[in-house]
């Protein structure tokens, strides 16, 4: 998987509470992104880092936030988790190529997140 | 806006048969085309891409997609499908820092 962790790696919450995912990477690649998997749907981009504290949104952002303090680490956080975001998140990195993200990404193993 | 379609949600093949999982775009320029494969409860892994050049791509365990612009397609094959092929395929085009998946093709090859 690239030398990208994600944790945890499995999570069960109640509706309204906080949620935070990690996503750690251990070859310092400069973007990294989120993804959510859902049945018919594919892999849709939440929110991607183009570097540290540089951030922008995806397709599916809303009731997400991210954040990256360190190269290596890049969290999700779900400020107010609802059932609709009962899903499976991965992450990804792309190397960098004069100074762009290259065509091809790598995922990390994914977390299942329940919301009840 | 580009995108991608893969128009099957499941294909089922017998060993030793050919496979063959569609996807057509939709983009504006050049297409960077992709096939990623996900096994069960992994993340997904990159199979090959098409940039430019030669139409046929060869990738990953086998596996090639051939770029038609005419049709505007990139379909992935497999001469002779394998159990261990069963999985979940995506396509993918690259567009500005970003890759847009399409909803996936569960591929079944059975003994």
């Known amino acids: 998987d690239a030398g990208i962790t994600q944790s945890p790696r499995h999570k069960v919450t109640e509706t309204g509470t906080p949620v935070t995912l990690r996503c750690h990477q251990t070859?310092?690649?400069?973007?990294m992104y989120w993804y959510r998997q859902d049945p018919g749907h594919g892999l849709r981009l939440i929110h991607y880092?183009?570097?540290?504290?540089?951030?922008d949104k995806g397709e599916v952002s809303d009731g997400y936030s991210v954040s990256r303090s360190k190269t290596e680490d890049f969290l999700l956080t779900l400020e107010s988790a609802t059932s609709s975001q009962t899903s499976v998140y991965f992450c990804a990195i792309s190397p960098v190529t004069s100074g762009r993200a290259t065509d091809t990404q790598y995922f990390g193993p994914g977390t299942r997140l329940t919301v009840l | 806006a580009q995108s991608v379609a893969q128009p099957e949600d499941q294909v089922n093949v017998a060993e030793g048969n050919p496979l063959t999982v569609k996807c057509t775009y939709s983009?504006?320029?050049?297409?960077?085309l992709f096939w990623y494969v996900q096994y069960p409860n992994r993340g997904l892994q990159f199979l090959l891409k098409y940039i430019t050049g030669d139409n046929l791509v060869k990738g990953s365990y086998g596996f090639e997609a051939e770029f038609n612009k005419s049709q505007t397609s990139f379909h992935l094959k497999k001469p002779s499908a394998l159990v261990s092929d069963s999985a979940l395929y995506f396509c993918?085009?690259?567009?500005?820092?970003?890759?847009?998946f399409g909803t996936g093709t569960r591929l079944q090859v059975f003994p």
């Open positions: 983009v504006s320029g050049n297409p960077y």
């Open positions: 993918a085009v690259f567009n500005t820092d970003k890759l847009i």
């Open positions: 880092s183009y570097g540290v504290k540089d951030t």
């Open positions: 070859e310092n690649h400069r973007y």
